[in-house]
């Protein structure tokens, strides 16, 4: 401000601004924050959190992306670090951790550098680099998978199952789990895709976690609209439809006027005489299952009662949609015309108590291209955590049969890629050099982190295992069942090599983004209040976290 001259005011009162170093430490102090609060749940050794929402709903957990979702987070930095978990968790379903937790080691990193007077660009540019030779460097040591290898694929489900609920029946979930993923892998040309989404997963508290089961079909949650239906159907054909099969109603407001009793009963015979025929024509068809994803009027119900055709209602358009692939029936929407080879075939087709309700299970299908997953047990939380467990193990097997490639776990890749970034950065000439330095250090804070929440000496495992990958050993990682390093390939410890990849590609691409950020303008009224979710802490919104986060 020149003197005798009025302050010029840009921004509106109350704005708080914070710029240069202030900025950058608070947004990388938030961010650190975030990883410290996952990575004691990292590996086979990791605890779980218990999460308790504003409404009392209980969540346990140690799966990373469940963890930051349910959190409550303000800082507007640390949202940012919970996008990183979530593009994790979108792409590979494993890995969310290892990305949050190294995200947040590259900016503590970061901050070292800084603090020497390291400018943030050269740290981006350097980061950048080193990302693109670890990438380079995993898919080195990176050896092929194929479909067919069942045993090395069932230890990477296992793998990803460790240290959560689910590892205590691991061997079981990771059977299912490959068996549901072999069934709806489809090949194209060369190219091999696998949608989890025509993988249903279905869960249902009672009877205990080894009652889970793949289905061979589809299972609803419906069941039958007719007492006297049959309750099973064996070599079933089966009408889906989506038109519902009760009298029409006009499009436009409309009025019946009768004036004579006898009128009233012809109005009633007509809408007879027109469920009868929808009924007829479903029998002419040679259906023995019809499921309808809109309505079936009580009339209807009775007639294909009669005609002992079993039925089911308002099923979801999802469940149809799977229902086609399993069955191989195509969806009708006209009841008119129903050509038999629209119609979907199943070895059987039947009404299950499970717990206290009842399901329709369409099973025993040809060749089906989606299947179901019934998940069982004891508790509510439970089950939750099982489902958890199952998905990671789905998406890592997705995963490696669509790309090919694994790694060993336990650290292994990690020490690989900081020995070979220590080597890389003294190829390079400049500041950048320090920033692959920091980055190599960085991506040992992943077995750093294993160690630790196994109770083990974190500095002698390190010391151990670059000894070990000095020899060449490059699937030595470490084991935290013995407290020592050991071959993570014959302890069958193995991840897919694009959980690895996308972790540092992630984590990576959210250090970069927040260090790049030197000027926070926060409004007045935003989130937190007045300091636009920028509390002078760095962190808002943990509830329940200690403050020292």
């Not at 230890?155 to 059977?175: F, P, V």
């Not at 939380?381 to 669509?402: K, P």
């Not at 190829?427 to 109770?455: C, D, H, K, V, W």
């Amino acid at each position: 401000m020149l003197s005798g001259k009025q302050p010029i005011l840009i921004l509106k009162e109350g704005t708080e601004r914070e710029r240069g170093r202030d900025a950058q430490g608070n947004n990388i102090r938030a961010a650190m924050a975030i990883a410290d609060a996952v990575r004691s749940t990292l590996g086979p050794k990791g605890m779980d959190k218990m999460l308790v929402d504003s409404m009392g709903d209980v969540v346990i957990t140690n799966d990373g992306a469940t963890i930051l979702k349910e959190i409550d987070i303000e800082h507007p930095a640390a949202k940012m670090v919970v996008e990183i978990a979530k593009t994790q968790d979108e792409e590979c379903g494993d890995g969310t951790t290892t990305a949050v937790v190294l995200a947040g080691e590259l900016l503590k990193s970061a901050q070292e550098l800084i603090e020497q007077n390291v400018h943030p660009t050269t740290i981006v540019e350097g980061y950048r680099m080193a990302n693109e030779k670890a990438c380079e460097i995993i898919n080195k040591i990176a050896e092929k998978v194929t479909p067919n290898d069942e045993k090395i694929l069932r230890k990477i489900a296992e793998t990803a199952m460790t240290g959560k609920t689910a590892a205590y029946n691991r061997e079981l979930l990771a059977e299912i789990a490959y068996k549901a993923v072999k069934a709806v892998a489809e090949k194209e040309g060369k190219v091999i895709t696998v949608d989890l989404d025509n993988i249903k997963v279905e869960k249902k508290q009672g009877g205990s976690i080894k009652d889970t089961e793949l289905i061979n079909g589809i299972n609803i949650d419906k069941e039958r609209v007719h007492s006297g239906m049959p309750k099973s159907v064996k070599n079933a054909k089966i009408l889906l439809i989506n038109q519902a099969l009760e009298v029409k109603k006009t499009e436009v407001d409309a009025q019946i006027r009768i004036d004579d009793p006898s009128q009233l009963q012809k109005f009633l015979d007509e809408e007879e005489k027109m469920l009868k025929t929808y009924v007829k024509k479903i029998k002419e068809s040679g259906a023995t299952v019809v499921i309808c994803q809109k309505g079936i009027d009580d009339l209807a119900q009775h007639y294909l009662a009669k005609e002992k055709i079993f039925a089911v209602r308002r099923a979801k358009k999802s469940d149809m949609e799977k229902l086609s692939k399993a069955t191989g029936g195509t969806i009708v929407s006209e009841i008119h015309e129903i050509p038999k080879s629209e119609l979907g075939y199943a070895g059987l087709v039947e009404e299950r108590k499970i717990g206290e309700d009842e399901m329709v299970f369409v099973t025993n299908c040809k060749e089906a291209k989606a299947v179901s997953i019934l998940i069982r047990g004891g508790t509510e939380h439970v089950v939750d955590e099982i489902e958890r467990g199952l998905h990671d193990a789905l998406s890592v097997i997705g995963i490696a049969i669509r790309t090919g490639k694994m790694t060993a776990g336990g650290g292994s890749a990690a020490i690989e890629i900081s020995m070979g970034l220590q080597d890389y950065a003294g190829t390079i000439g400049g500041r950048e050099q320090m920033a692959i330095e920091a980055f190599a250090n960085a991506i040992e804070s992943i077995p750093r982190a294993l160690a630790n929440n196994a109770g083990l000496d974190a500095i002698d495992m390190l010391l151990k295992l670059r000894q070990a990958h000095k020899k060449d050993q490059k699937s030595y990682g470490i084991d935290v069942n013995k407290g020592d390093i050991s071959n993570m390939k014959t302890q069958n410890i193995l991840e897919p090599a694009t959980v690895n990849i996308q972790a540092i590609r992630s984590a990576t691409e959210g250090a970069v983004m927040i260090l790049r950020i030197d000027d926070v303008i926060a409004a007045k009224g935003g989130p937190g209040g007045g300091g636009g979710g920028m509390p002078p802490g760095g962190m808002g919104g943990m509830g329940g976290m200690p403050p020292e986060m």
